[in-house]
């Protein structure tokens, strides 16, 4: 059983910065595609990032592309998401998921989810 879990929520004024990470246990992280989602109140859940097992390839939401950046560390088998120039419009529920296969933005190919960290953007 796979448990995800995420940390490094809070709230920060806009313009600031938050390092989320999603420590992985049960199981290696090595050969699983690992994203973000999030999810604002009254929204569907979106997709946020996501980096690949096979290459490392990361992907990104245009809305945040140039401000967040994914990577992994498998050796501690946890996934970071830098969080930079936030604005009000990031706060949301933070979700870590792992991927059936590959990257993907529907829910439906998560296999595993976390259990969600609030971020919340002071404007």
């Known amino acids: 059983q796979v448990q995800l879990v995420e940390s490094g929520g809070g709230l920060v004024q806009a313009g600031g910065s938050l390092r989320l990470s999603c420590a992985a246990s049960g199981d290696t992280l090595d050969y699983s595609a690992i994203g973000w989602f999030r999810q604002a109140p009254g929204k569907e859940r979106e997709a946020v990032s996501c980096?690949?097992?096979?290459?490392?390839?990361?992907y990104y939401v245009q809305s945040v592309k140039g401000r967040f950046t994914i990577s992994k560390d498998n050796a501690k088998n946890t996934v970071y998401l830098q969080m930079n120039s936030l604005k009000a419009e990031d706060t949301a529920v933070y979700f870590c998921a792992r991927f059936k296969r590959s990257c993907s933005d529907y829910v439906s190919e998560v296999w595993y989810w976390g259990q969600g960290t609030q971020v919340t953007v002071s404007a």
């Open positions: 980096i690949s097992s096979s290459d490392g390839s990361t």
